[in-house]
């Protein structure tokens, strides 16, 4: 048999081989599969960051609970969201206020009309941002690089 038919049966015989289909296959779709799991990955790092910002405003209003309106935690509840949350106090709203027979009033420190009924309350809301890991790719398709997380939390003092 000569070399040229050699070689053509050869190729033939490779051409009809299907043992390397699985390894082509598997190349052609990691790259996909890759993509799914980083993205994944990074959606639940966002959200463990959001669960951080949640937990510190909890913290806070626990704080406020704890010592009631006139301790000295209540007047410093956003010093205390900022440590629990690694944040500036700039990125924190603490926000007082009273509500007499529903209707909200302009100061926590009013007091209702006889015969109406009053309520307290406290909210402390955290503003933060979160970093993809792939904040390039989120650029290339014209979306924010960073995204922004915010935790809050609310609780009646009175």
Known sequence: MSRTARLRRGWLRLLRSERGTSVI?????????????????????GFSAKLKLQQAATRAIEMATAGGMASPAFNSLADEAATASGVSTNNITVTKWLECNGTRQDSVDAICADGQQY????????????????????????LP???TIVGK???RMQ
Do not use: C, H, K, W
């Not at 296959?25 to 790092?45: F, W």
């Not at 309520?119 to 014209?142: D, E, H, K």
């Open 25 to 45: 296959e598997l190349s052609a779709l990691s790259p996909m599969l890759l993509s799914m799991v980083l993205g994944l990955v990074d959606a639940s790092q």
């Open 119 to 142: 309520a307290r309350y406290v909210s402390v809301q955290i503003n933060g941002t979160y970093t993809p890991m792939l904040s390039s790719a989120m650029r290339a398709f014209g």
């Open 145 to 147: 690089g960073t995204l």
């Open 153 to 155: 939390a609310s609780v």
